[in-house]
């Protein structure tokens, strides 16, 4: 069955950087599209970035352009969000979900998440 | 950027059936997908491409799409099915594709 483990949350100061990762397993990762979406707390969702299976195109949400950048290594089935320049409207739990194509419309199945908090 | 319009809550009683509404501009002309999320757990698709059912969801849950507003619908509505309801789309603007969701709707089972 498809699994999805996110890691790498945590308390981060202001400005200060964090890598996130996904633990992909139950499907062929290099065959999919992957996508960050995260959960502000008591708010909803909000998509954050994404990129192909082949890791040649990926895009972001304007919030997070320029800050943020998406990878992955579908040699180790593992999707990465590096977020620099934190601000304290980053902080949210953060999901990873597969596309359900190389890169479709929808998300077909999604990790537990992993809180980032960004305190001043 | 494309706006999805949820009501913030919905209530209905045990075994009555509850509709979700979603309205977004001729939303008709854009598939839509909807995902249940229950406290403290991810999100799980329950309804794409406007009104299939992937795999395992029950056929109570069904939905429809049609002008400026897609619905999901839960027949015999049951207390498991308390939770926050939102439906996404894709657009695409200047060539920058962008995954939209509602703001979600707290479906409660009184």
């Known amino acids: 069955q498809v699994q999805l483990v996110e890691s790498g949350g945590g308390v981060v100061q202001l400005g200060r950087s964090l890598r996130l990762s996904c633990a992909a397993s139950?499907?062929?990762?290099?065959?999919?599209?992957m996508h960050w979406v995260r959960q502000a707390p008591g708010k909803g969702l909000e998509w954050v970035a994404v990129?192909?299976?082949?890791?040649?195109?990926?895009f972001y949400a304007d919030s997070v352009k320029g800050r943020f950048t998406i990878s992955r290594d579908n040699s180790k089935n593992t999707l990465y969000l590096q977020m620099n320049s934190l601000r304290a409207e980053d902080t949210a739990v953060y999901f990873c979900?597969?596309?359900?194509?190389?890169?479709?419309?929808?998300?077909?199945?999604w990790g537990q998440g992993t809180l980032v908090t960004v305190s001043s | 950027s494309y706006v999805l319009t949820q009501p913030p809550s919905v209530s209905v009683a045990p075994g009555k059936t509850a509709r979700i509404t979603c309205g977004g501009n001729?939303?008709?002309?854009?598939?839509v997908h909807w995902y249940q999320q229950k406290p403290g757990q991810a999100p799980v698709l329950v309804v794409y491409?406007?009104?299939d059912r992937p795999s395992g969801i029950p056929e109570r849950f069904s939905g429809s799409n049609s002008g400026n507003t897609a619905t999901l619908t839960i027949s015999r509505v049951e207390a498991g099915d308390e939770a926050d309801y939102y439906c996404?789309?894709?657009?695409?603007?200047?060539?920058?594709?962008?995954?939209?969701f509602g703001g979600g709707t707290q479906l409660t089972v009184l």
């Open positions: 979900a597969k596309d359900a194509l190389e890169m479709s419309t929808l998300f077909d199945y």
């Open positions: 491409d406007d009104s």
């Open positions: 139950g499907f062929t990762f290099s065959s999919y599209g």
């Open positions: 990129m192909s299976n082949d890791g040649n195109n990926k």
């Open positions: 996404q789309v894709w657009e695409s603007s200047n060539g920058h594709p962008n995954w939209v």
């Open positions: 001729n939303i008709g002309s854009k598939s």
